[in-house]
């Protein structure tokens, strides 16, 4: 296994819930996708190697993505959560010896 997140669960709308994805190797660029029934996968979030960030419009300002390199860690941290957040999210690695693993996914439900 290389890629592995935790977190998610079932939140009320205006909720908060904190993902994490550990790497089994020294983690790179690393990204955060995810995808609802139905719709494909999409961007949430990327974090380079150096700490810069950026993010899909429709989370900015309510998402945001962190690294631990000593731990190679990277997380999401999802506040003001909507229904429309509701999907099934992947860390996925884009660099470094783990360059193009997904993980298995972590589902995150926001109800209204």
């Known amino acids: 296994v290389q890629l592995v997140e935790s977190g998610g669960g079932l939140v009320q709308a205006g909720g908060s819930l904190r993902l994490s994805c550990a790497a089994s190797?020294?983690?790179?660029?690393m990204g955060w996708y995810r995808q609802a029934p139905g719709k494909q996968r999409e961007l949430v979030a990327q974090i380079t190697s150096g700490g810069s960030s950026m993010y899909a419009d429709s989370v900015k300002g309510r998402f945001s993505i962190s690294r631990d390199n000593a731990n190679n860690t990277v997380y999401l941290q999802m506040n003001s959560l909507k229904p429309e957040d509701t999907a099934v999210y992947y860390c996925?690695?884009?660099?470094?010896?783990?360059?193009?693993?997904w993980g298995q996914g972590t589902q995150v439900t926001v109800s209204s």
């Open positions: 996925h690695a884009y660099g470094g010896l783990l360059s193009g693993s």
């Open positions: 190797a020294r983690i790179a660029s």
